[in-house]
């Protein structure tokens, strides 16, 4: 699709939409236009978003559009758009309007807002979560391909589960917050709201980058790539400590299979660090950051007319906030310390956390009867992120549509700069999962069967060149294996034979990009080689053999099945 064919789908689809409170306001039309046209007549490398629009949570600048951060008489006119809506026009992407939020990016449930609930995508009986509100119900209706939005305390994620769509809350710093109204301006984020996780993902990568003119904003380090190995989940009974609806807990735990069908190891975890530092932010200090960022606004409106126009929830959420003194601020931090060692501590075991995203819907009536503790539950699983300084990712699980409610979310977390892990590790929650963790385009896949498989001691050859798992399978019954005499680490041969003198082997498959294939190959030492190795599903690929003259003195394991079960028997 073209920017211009993908600009008039888009303003098309907002013309129709019947919900006023989605949209706050809209991008001049004759500037897209002229946009679109540039965009068009741009080398296609150069405009790899080219054929999407999105849409702009109402806290986020977008040149030429009043910024309200859902309060109208707060509202001013943006000279130039935010790092982010930039990075993504540059990209090919076309911003076509703002979105409803809760006031001053205040709750997650999507109601408090002087411009209107927008209607849950589901039922009209649930709130459509927030802040994001406007961001998430856009998406979920079509009216654009993706949208931004913003995260402090799960604003990213919320909405994404209560509109069954994909919400990506990125390492705090990696997308810039220049032109975005600050709520706790020190962990704030800006979030990617996605029908698709490849597709938040392309958004992100867009999207970040480090920005000298925002403070907050961090370089990214080299990271590795690979798919997680290990997760950490939650015990049945944690569950039902923490109110977990029946059918979310069912979600829940299909995911957790999906994730070990796929050869990702669970481990039970203990949530009580994190659950103590969701605490702190809601309970802590922290919140008197929403005071810094607009308390002077919000105490001049209320001596000037007695507080038209703001949320009465938000007010009184805001004016508490001052309370917390300096002293209270130091002990604070000084808890979030030790918590987040324990944190730190707690992925030395897993590679990633796996969570429900929210415990429950919620209802507009609940909400209505008690604003600040519904607010509180469905934070339950993405309060603690920021402050722990993870990244997170809450998509829809396959297969637990029920009438009337979303698809259960569930919640990937990682540590900072784990955020390409927590993408190839949703792959696998996809039916088919170990093929669906497919290989970018233009890498080489290779197939182990030693000592870079998964969980051995040269694994970390493959994963510092960048390599992605793809999954365990086996070879063609026509392969024997060695285990070869005086090598360090040790090291099995594989070896072709004739048909009816072999069988299958157990391989894990990679994928390495060109220059890491490359220099992996120049690194393995003789006698074994990379050839072409034959696999059970009848497919080839590029793998490890051994040459034949080299086993003299070594053990025939062919009978083992595999390297992995051979050391295990030692």
């Not at 038209?308 to 004016?319: H, K, T």
């Amino acid at each position: 699709m073209s920017a211009r064919e993908a600009l008039e789908a888009s303003l098309d689809a907002l013309d129709r939409c019947d919900d006023p409170a989605v949209v706050v306001s809209r991008v001049p039309v004759p500037g897209l236009v002229e946009l679109a046209a540039r965009i068009d007549a741009a080398d296609p490398s150069s405009v790899p978003l080219r054929g999407t629009t999105f849409t702009v949570k109402d806290n986020i600048d977008v040149e030429g559009t009043v910024t309200t951060a859902g309060c109208p008489s707060f509202g001013t006119t943006a000279g130039s758009s935010s790092f982010v809506v930039r990075r993504l026009i540059a990209a090919g992407a076309l911003p076509v309007a703002k979105t409803n939020l809760d006031q001053f990016a205040t709750g997650l449930v999507g109601v408090r807002s002087p411009f209107g609930t927008a209607r849950n995508p589901f039922d009209p009986a649930l709130v459509p979560g927030g802040s994001s509100s406007g961001s998430a119900v856009s998406v979920a209706r079509t009216l654009a391909a993706f949208s931004l939005g913003t995260d402090t305390a799960g604003s990213g994620r919320v909405p994404a589960a209560m509109c069954g769509i994909v919400g990506l809350k990125p390492t705090r710093g990696w997308l810039s917050t220049s032109g975005v109204v600050p709520a706790v301006r020190s962990i704030d984020c800006v979030s990617v709201f996605a029908p698709e996780v490849d597709l938040a993902w392309r958004v992100a990568c867009a999207a970040g980058g480090h920005d000298p003119d925002d403070p907050m904003s961090r370089a990214v380090p080299p990271t590795s790539r690979g798919v997680a190995r290990s997760a950490g989940v939650l015990a049945l009974s944690t569950l039902h400590e923490l109110d977990v609806a029946a059918h979310v807990v069912a979600g829940y735990q299909e995911a957790c299979k999906a994730l070990a069908d796929a050869g990702v190891t669970l481990h039970e975890v203990d949530l009580g660090a994190l659950l103590e530092v969701g605490s702190l932010l809601y309970g802590g200090p922290w919140v008197a950051e929403r005071f810094a960022a607009v308390g002077e606004f919000l105490s001049a409106t209320v001596a000037r007319d007695g507080g038209v126009g703001l949320d009465p929830v938000v007010r009184s959420i805001i004016e508490a906030s001052s309370r917390w003194t300096a002293v209270d601020a130091q002990r604070a931090g000084y808890r979030l310390a030790a918590l987040r060692a324990e944190i730190d501590a707690m992925f030395d075991v897993v590679d990633v956390l796996v969570t429900p995203t929210i415990a429950r819907e919620a209802t507009l009536a609940e909400v209505a009867a008690e604003p600040l503790e519904a607010n509180a539950r469905l934070g339950c699983f993405t309060t603690f992120s920021n402050l722990a300084d993870l990244c997170a990712l809450a998509m829809p699980v396959p297969g637990t549509e029920t009438p009337g409610l979303p698809p259960v979310s569930v919640s990937l977390h990682g540590p900072a700069w784990s955020d390409e892990m927590l993408v190839r590790t949703a792959a696998l929650l996809r039916p088919g999962a170990a093929a669906d963790a497919a290989a970018p385009r233009g890498w080489i896949t290779i197939a182990v069967a030693g000592a870079h498989l998964r969980g051995q001691p040269l694994e970390h050859q493959l994963t510092e060149r960048r390599a992605v798992w793809l999954g365990t399978t086996a070879s063609a019954d026509t392969y024997r294996l060695y285990a070869l005499p005086n090598t360090v680490p040790p090291k099995p041969g594989l070896v072709r034979v004739g048909a009816g003198d072999g069988s299958a082997i157990e391989l894990d498959v990679w994928a390495l990009p060109p220059d890491g294939f490359g220099t992996f190959v120049a690194s393995i030492p003789a006698p074994l080689c990379i050839g072409t190795v034959q696999l059970a599903d009848g497919t080839a690929t590029s793998g490890f053999l051994c040459e034949p003259g080299a086993l003299d003195g070594a053990t025939d394991i062919t009978s083992f099945g595999g390297w992995r079960a051979y050391r295990a028997s030692i």
